[in-house]
């Protein structure tokens, strides 16, 4: 792998960060006293802005604001919902650089990948305009001529989400633009590591003219703000994106007062290689696919399954392009893999590799922190990994690839579901029965094959077994957020 010229990175500074605060009411706040976190740049550890916390009145503020917005904007027009949501499509592309950057900022990911996700959330806001004004009840046929059955589809009411910093723009919109589109106020709580996207987010629904209270941004200790929102009775939806263990937590809470649950939880993605699959085309597709947003990807391809006759070919071709991946400070135009996220993500790293190699696996490349300032981790191929090491069981969540052989179908569909996992899956082959078997066998919410094809706002995405509870996206994208209301009437 190569590194990115230092020189180059720091001639880019930091300056002109996004002016973070807490949005409440319809009113962007900071200071007042209230306690800050510093934001930190992970390609070069500065400090690059003071993040406020919302005090317990914050709070209260937020939950009173979003239940009285959300007495009238429950009865406001679909039109009106998805007019807001059309011009917020429109800011987000007109304002996608300077998002974009202040996502490179606070989070690492090369500028291209940050402005892509900007953009492409366009998209999510456009599919939300559209759904909404197509969220319909339905008229079921009676047995007695003098009655008329329906069902009615009414908004939810309060809801409360948490969101991660991996896609922070991307897996914010997607929460607040579906409890937006659906008639529901919402109190967002993003990721404190990597706000700049949030408070972007909520900058744009402000001049777009929604009403105050229907969105709330607050910031703080995650559990004590989590905790606090889904105990008040005012908030009747909870809508997480996280860790497989942070996500038990809050959905246990939630049921304790049996509140609704969205959870887009970990994954531990395996990818099949059938003899039969354009072997290089596919190691080529994948070592693009991996490294993306250093691996900080919760469909990011995990375990690498190769049939025996394409092992060697596969392997070879994956480390040569593995090694092209340039690694620096994610404003550098030839960056293709930017900085973990945080510090703590590195120690996580090296234990994934560790318990690897103490099992047996062999390092082919990587394998170790790059040195100097920021969190930069390298590439790492593992190969020769027993399917019981850490790094095949639990989510690694950064840029590590192992690669290990299979024998036949039965016995990589065994391998490949033994997790609890459930979230996506990917297989390369030319063979349709192959294609026809994984589509049927893997025990995924998402299953690609030959290409990686999810997370379009037109399709659902979510996962099963631990990996959730529920899609965002698709035309399922609302079912989280409104009610079922069945009027029977006679005459
Ligand atoms: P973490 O589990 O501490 O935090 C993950 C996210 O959940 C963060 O955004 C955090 O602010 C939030 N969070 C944590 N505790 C919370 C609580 N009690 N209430 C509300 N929000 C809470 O781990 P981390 O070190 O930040 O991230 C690493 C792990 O998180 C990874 O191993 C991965 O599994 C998971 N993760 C998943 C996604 C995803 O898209 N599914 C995104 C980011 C992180």
Redesign the pocket.
């Known amino acids: 792998m190569n590194t990115a010229n230092k020189s180059e990175q720091s001639a880019l500074g930091d300056a002109a960060y996004e002016q973070l605060c807490l949005y409440i009411d319809g009113e962007f706040i900071a200071g007042g006293g209230r306690k800050e976190q510093d934001v930190v740049n992970p390609a070069n550890g500065r400090v690059i802005g003071k993040l406020p916390h919302a005090s317990k009145e914050d709070l209260d503020r937020a939950l009173q604001s979003a239940q009285k917005a959300f007495e009238s904007w429950k009865k406001s027009s679909p039109l009106e919902r998805s007019r807001i949501l059309r011009k917020v499509a429109e800011l987000t592309r007109e304002r996608s650089k300077d998002i974009g950057r202040n996502i490179t900022l606070d989070m690492g990911k090369p500028l291209a990948e940050a402005i892509g996700e900007v953009v492409s959330c366009s998209e999510h806001c456009e599919w939300h305009a559209e759904e909404c004004r197509r969220i319909y009840g339905r008229v079921i046929p009676p047995r007695l001529p003098n009655v008329r059955q329906m069902v009615l589809r009414e908004p939810i009411g309060v809801c409360a989400a948490?969101t991660?910093?991996?896609f922070p723009y991307n897996?914010a919109i997607r929460k607040i633009a579906a409890a937006i589109g659906a008639g529901c106020t919402i109190i967002i709580?993003g990721?404190?590591d990597a706000p700049s996207a949030v408070v972007a987010i909520a900058r744009m629904f402000h001049d777009a003219g929604l009403p105050p209270g229907v969105l709330n941004v607050v910031w703080g200790v995650?559990?004590e703000?989590?905790d606090y929102l889904i105990r008040s009775p005012i908030v009747q939806k909870v809508s997480?994106?996280?860790?497989?263990?942070?996500g038990k937590?809050?959905a246990a809470l939630a049921g304790a007062h049996m509140k609704r649950v969205t959870m887009?939880?970990?994954g531990h993605s395996p990818v099949i290689v059938f003899d039969d699959a354009e072997v290089e085309r596919a190691a080529d597709m994948l070592v693009a696919f991996k490294f993306r947003n250093a691996g900080q990807v919760?469909v990011s391809p995990t375990r690498f399954y190769i049939q025996q006759q394409a092992y060697d070919r596969f392997v070879a071709r994956f480390i040569e392009k593995t090694k092209a991946v340039k690694v620096g400070d994610g404003l550098a135009a030839d960056t293709k893999m930017g900085p973990l996220a945080?510090l703590?993500?590195m120690p996580a790293m090296l234990k994934f590799v560790e318990d690897a190699t103490a099992r047996g696996g062999r390092i082919e490349i990587g394998g170790e922190a790059l040195g100097g300032e920021g969190n930069f981790f390298a590439p790492t191929v593992l190969t020769n990994v027993p399917d019981d090491s850490m790094v095949m069981t639990s989510?690694p969540?950064g840029p590590i690839a192992p690669c290990v052989p299979f024998k036949d179908l039965d016995e990589v569909l065994g391998r490949a579901n033994a997790l609890p996992y459930g979230l996506s899956s990917y297989a390369f082959t030319t063979n349709t029965k192959n294609a026809l078997a994984v589509q049927n066998g893997l025990q995924a919410g998402m299953v690609n094959i030959n290409h990686f094809g999810q997370a379009l706002a037109e399709t659902p995405f979510g996962g099963i077994k631990e990996s959730g509870i529920g899609s965002e996206g698709g035309f399922e994208t609302f079912d989280g957020y409104l009610n079922t209301k069945f009027v029977t009437q006679m005459d």
């Open positions: 948490f991660p910093w991996n897996q709580k990721p404190e995650p559990a703000i989590s997480f994106t996280g860790s497989v263990p942070v937590q809050l887009e939880l970990g919760c945080h703590r993500r989510e969540f």
